[in-house]
């Protein structure tokens, strides 16, 4: 069994930043896709970013410019730095791992990002 946790969710005013972290425990992040989904209140779970195991990032539209994916494998932990923050990226954000690959994977429990002032 494998486990994702994240941290580095919070309350920030708009325009502010944040850095969510996701570690896993086993050394995957090399491996496989791995990437942050959020679900904002009333709304379904949507991809954020993702990276690839050759390296290759993914972004949604509404946050190309904004956010930055990226891992450290010997970490075994990826980031998600989020920048010029809005009320609309208010969300719970899950890290996600398609391990094994081409598998549903594991989800982590979840970090609460809200924008407000």
């Known amino acids: 069994q494998m486990q994702l946790v994240e941290s580095g969710g919070g309350l920030v005013q708009p325009g502010g930043s944040l850095r969510p972290s996701c570690t896993a425990s086993?050394?995957?992040?090399?491996?496989?896709?791995v990437g942050w989904y959020r679900r904002a209140p009333g709304k379904q779970r949507g991809l954020v970013a993702e990276?690839?195991?050759?390296?290759?990032?993914n972004y949604a539209d509404s946050v190309k410019g904004r956010f930055t994916i990226s891992r450290d494998n010997a970490k075994n932990t990826m980031y998600l730095q989020i920048d010029s923050l809005k009320p609309e990226d208010t969300a719970v954000y899950y890290c996600?791992?398609?391990?094994?690959?081409?598998?549903?994977?594991?989800w982590g429990q979840g970090t609460q990002v809200t924008v407000s002032s």
């Open positions: 086993r050394s995957i992040f090399r491996i496989v896709t």
């Open positions: 990276i690839t195991s050759g390296g290759r990032r």
């Open positions: 996600h791992a398609e391990y094994p690959p081409n598998s549903p994977g594991y």
